[in-house]
């Protein structure tokens, strides 16, 4: 029987570290393994006799720490490895500040006073040491493992570059110059220096997005109640909000860390407090917003007997509660663990950079102890040799190649951010070429969200009975009535929900909540009744069927006044003015479009109809849309997923490609790979042409870096090519990058 194991990882900087101890574990007899780089953990599946020290053991054998994350039903949840950037911004000003006159002495010539390598020299060593030490110590953990990767390449560049400048002033020292040393002499440091900087910046982008990961799961575990109202036996009252019932209640209210909850207790909940854990509710009547679970904008009502869910929150009536379930067993728990599995389990899409690395590091070294030996060996010039070897790795020193995608990101970003588009990384530019089927959340997304008065059988005065029963409420269908009172009864019958008596009314009394969907109350004398039809058929009401043409998908509110049946009045939640237009330009990109809901079948098929949506997944709980998106991917589509709510986080992180709307919960935004801030569905296409647009200038710019390698490689081994040649070079491919990317600043 195979058996899973969850580890913490120690030391990974990049995708290939990641992919690195995948490979080393799936080399094990029965193991299969997913790491997450930016929560630094793995999940491994055994099906042999291996032990978890073994396991472990195989991890160190690749460079990395790694200890069992011990199974536990207590507390949150998941626990969340914090990823501190902070270590890498002193490095990074530190060698700013140190390398910009570095660079300006270096290139401008008139400020070559006597002795100035001497001091760009001393200004060099700590950035050169201390500030890309990050990039040393990952290249020595890869070649621990036994291969390269960008980290590689940037360190070596560093080493060899400023190593050579250094040993460049030693023999000027040994052919008899002092302090001041010729031009002939020829020092790299500015390159060194550069190319430190500008991959600092790439490391901090890198370090942005993996926080992105992490705040995640914060967001989720954050919904939940920090503490509950435990009503424990003993002497005193419970406080008259108990809800029991009686004068004196025997148990005592006790304020409990969320912590301490365990299955059995009984828990108070106020209205307008969270629930504190999964539970039944034993006494007490009220309406649950379970909007984080399933979307709905209309809460659910629950009675005695009926399940309520930790996190969600009481709109109304006050509860009491039995502990079902506690700590990591509870419905949130499960959604942080969805989250943490999907980002696990998303297809890893290795940096382009680290492929060509990978292939392109050990060529290059192979070239220059080529170079070195042919001279050597052939001509007898072992001096020559050197040069022209030295020369071939300063020329393949990756400044272009580390800067093509950081350099593009940024300036993606800065445009984006103009747009209201935020793009996490290269991954999700890279998913964007693939994708092939939009899957849409409906409500927030493509609705707004809040519910509305849509139409009414009603006359004047009897909608304003309506409303006036309805201001009694805090019941989201309550207010769009109330709100839209004015409009329908002239401003002069306008009411508010927070009213106590609405303008108008003489008096209401005998205002009763009817557990089931529905208000009751006497209003000037009359007796009021409104809700939804079936509950004014059990009272014996005949109330006549609804006319769907206008009004299909909406909730429906019966009025009966006296015994009465008076008419009907319809609530639902439109669809945002743009919507129909982004479905169409997303249609126009060639993709496929899926609306996906845990609202009912009828109102999602209204929504789906007016939008141009032909596929339809309704009544979709949170893992129901993690299984509706991996089933698509079974089928062979690359699926973007949209959406806005915490009920969207996991199938967000599971997805090919994740887009958050920016009206959405904190949750939702960070496991999205792309973020729209201005909650626009018409900024769904667009950031999948900014993104598509982002990914060919990176790939662009990566061509013309490794292009620009290859040609010069073969100049340098022939000692065709001065080393002042190849730092220009350098400089050159650098600039050329950077003005290439900054063609996205047009992007429209």
């Known amino acids: 029987m195979p058996r899973e194991v969850d580890l913490d990882i120690t030391g990974m900087t990049c995708a290939s570290c990641s992919a690195r101890i995948e490979k080393r574990l799936s080399r094990l007899d029965g193991v299969s393994a997913e790491v997450n780089l930016p929560l630094e953990t793995a999940h491994v599946v055994i099906d042999s006799e291996l032990s978890d020290d073994d396991i472990t053991a195989a991890v160190a054998k690749a460079g990395y720490g790694a200890t069992v994350r011990e199974a536990s039903t207590s507390g949150p949840g998941p626990e969340i490895v914090d990823y501190d950037p902070r270590h890498l911004r002193p490095r990074f000003i530190g060698s700013l500040i140190l390398a910009v006159p570095i660079v300006a002495i270096s290139m401008v010539m008139g400020w070559h006073f006597a002795g100035w390598q001497w001091i760009v020299a001393v200004l060099a ?52 110059w002092g302090w001041s040393i010729p031009a002939e002499y020829h020092v790299w440091f500015e390159a060194a220096a550069a190319i430190t900087v500008f991959l600092l910046i790439g490391k901090l982008t890198e370090d942005r997005a993996k926080t992105r990961a992490t705040a995640a799961l914060k967001a989720l575990l954050d919904l939940g109640a920090k503490s509950a109202t435990v009503l424990r036996e003993g002497s005193g009252p419970a ?180 747009l209201g588009i935020l793009v996490s990384g290269p991954e999700a530019l890279e998913s964007t070429r693939s994708i092939d089927t939009v899957v849409l959340d409906k409500t927030g997304t493509l609705t707004t969200g809040v519910m509305s008065l849509a139409g009414t059988e009603l006359s004047a005065p009897d909608f304003e009975v309506l409303a006036r029963l309805e201001s009694r409420s805090e019941h989201p269908i309550a207010r769009a009535i109330v709100a839209a009172a004015p409009e329908i009864v002239g401003a002069t019958a306008g009411t508010k929900a927070s009213d106590s008596t609405p303008a108008g009314s003489a008096e209401i009394t005998n205002f009763e909540n009817i557990a089931g969907g529905g208000l009751r109350a006497t209003i000037d004398g009359a007796d009021v009744l409104a809700g939804r039809p079936g509950l004014l058929r059990e009272h014996g009401i005949d109330v006549h069927a609804p006319d769907d043409s206008g009004h299909r998908g909406a909730t429906i509110v019966a009025l009966a006044i006296d015994g009465r049946f008076r008419g009907l009045s319809f609530v639902a939640d439109e669809a945002k003015p743009s919507a129909a237009d982004a479905i169409a330009e997303l249609h126009s990109l060639g993709l496929d479009t899926v609306l996906l809901t845990g609202d009912n079948a ?125 730092g220009a070079a350098m400089a050159f491919s650098s600039v050329f990058v950077i003005l290439n990317s900054l063609r996205l600043l047009r992007f429209e």
């Open 239 to 418: 406080g008259a909000a108990s809800g029991s019932g009686t004068a004196h209640d025997p148990r005592t209210e006790v304020q409990v860390p969320i912590d301490e909850l365990v299955v059995g207790d009984v828990f108070l909940v106020r209205p307008g407090e969270k629930i504190a854990t999964d539970g039944e509710v034993l006494t007490g009547h009220s309406a649950i917003d379970e909007a984080m679970l399933t979307g709905e904008s209309v809460p659910v009502e629950v009675a005695p007997g009926d399940t309520v869910t930790g996190a969600t929150i009481n709109t109304s009536g006050v509860l009491e509660v039995r502990a079902t379930r506690v700590g990591a067993d509870t419905t949130l728990a499960a959604m942080a663990d969805l989250v943490s599995r999907a980002q696990t389990g998303k297809p890893a899409v290795a940096r382009l950079a680290d492929r060509i690395s990978a292939v392109f590091v050990p060529i290059v070294f192979a070239i220059a102890v080529a170079t070195l030996l042919v001279w050597g060996l052939v001509t007898g010039g072992w001096a020559m040799g050197l040069h022209a070897g030295l020369t071939v790795l300063i020329i393949a020193c990756p400044c272009a190649l580390g800067l093509a995608t950081p350099t593009a990101l940024a300036v993606s970003s800065g445009r984006g951010s103009q």
């Open 602 to 726: 009828q109102a999602a098929e209204v929504v789906a109809e007016r939008l141009g949506i032909t596929e339809v997944r309704a009544d979709v709980r949170p893992d129901g849309k993690v299984s509706v998106v991996t089933e698509l991917q079974e089928r062979g589509k690359a699926v973007a997923m949209v959406g806005d709510g915490i009920n969207d986080a996991a199938a967000l992180a599971g997805a090919d490609l994740g887009i958050a709307m920016g009206s959405g919960t904190d949750a939702a935004m960070a496991a999205s790979d792309i973020t729209m801030v201005k909650s626009d569905p018409r900024q769904i296409p667009q950031a999948i042409r900014l993104s598509r647009r982002t990914l060919s200038l990176i790939k662009g710019n990566l061509f013309w870096a490794f292009a620009y390698n290859t040609a010069a490689i073969p100049i340098a081994a022939l000692g065709l090519l001065d080393p002042m040649i190849a």
């Open 125 to 176: 060593l700590p950035v050169v040491t201390w500030g890309a030490w990050p990039f040393h110590s990952a290249a020595h953990k890869a070649a621990r493992g036994g291969s390269t990767t960008m980290d590689t390449l940037v360190s070596v560049g560093i080493i060899v570059a400023s190593g050579y400048s250094y040993v460049t002033l030693g023999r000027a020292v040994l052919d008899g």
